[in-house]
């Protein structure tokens, strides 16, 4: 009798598969996964979130936003209490559009992995488009603390505090990105403008 494949070493490699763009592949196996066991029967809740949540990546790197969303929840209806599962759905409805479901999912994400630096990234840039300026300013203070290397929030960081003012940390926080990631053209263009604003560089 062939031996069943362990399911936690077919989705790493339908994983790897995936960073690798050999998608149809990644989702075969994914669908493998599910399909595995006696009829009827499902796989280990733990193994069919995870698969449903490779599936998602994968629709959404072939441009399926609203498939991706759907695939997604699915993996957070069946595992609720993982964290990236709900800060991955929150990226992807705040990419569709639904900021109210983004945030919530971001907060949820946030209070069950309160160390996570992206999950406060992201939800600093659900909370920027929905207008709650100093909310961005608290969850991007939080993921650059978390994470002091992650230029990308020290830059929108510095937006959001260049937007309620505060041009002195605005700069610094620019400039931190600008240290990061020296080839990071918003940090450099949006520290500059705050030095021509001040007469301390020429345009």
């Known amino acids: 009798m062939p031996q069943t494949p362990d399911p936690h070493q077919s989705l790493a490699r339908a994983e ?37 949540q490779t599936l998602a990546l994968i629709a959404h790197q072939v441009g399926k936003a609203e498939l991706a969303a759907e695939l997604m929840a699915e993996a957070v209806a069946i ?18 559009g639904r900021l109210d479901e983004a945030v919530a999912h ?15 990234y992201n939800l600093g840039i659900a909370l920027d ?19 002091p290397a992650h230029n990308l929030a020290w830059n929108n960081y510095g937006s959001t505090l260049n937007r309620l003012g505060d041009e002195d940390a605005a700069l610094a926080a620019y400039l931190r990105a600008a240290e990061i990631d020296p080839g990071h053209a918003e940090a450099q ?12 560089l020429d345009e």
């Open 79 to 96: 595992a609720p209490g993982v964290a990236g599962y709900r800060r991955n759905l929150g990226e992807m409805l705040r990419r569709l």
């Open 189 to 200: 263009n949006n520290a500059a403008a705050i030095c021509i604003d001040r007469g301390e």
């Open 129 to 147: 488009d929905s207008g709650a300026l100093a909310e961005v300013r608290d969850a991007f203070a939080r993921a650059v603390a978390l994470d």
């Open 16 to 52: 790897q598969l995936r960073t690798a763009g050999r998608l149809q592949q990644a989702e075969a196996l994914c669908r493998q996964v599910l399909d595995a066991g006696s009829p009827g029967a499902s796989p280990p809740p733990a193994v069919a979130a995870a698969a449903q």
């Open 106 to 120: 971001g907060r949820e994400a946030t209070r069950l992995a309160p160390e996570d630096a992206v999950a406060w």
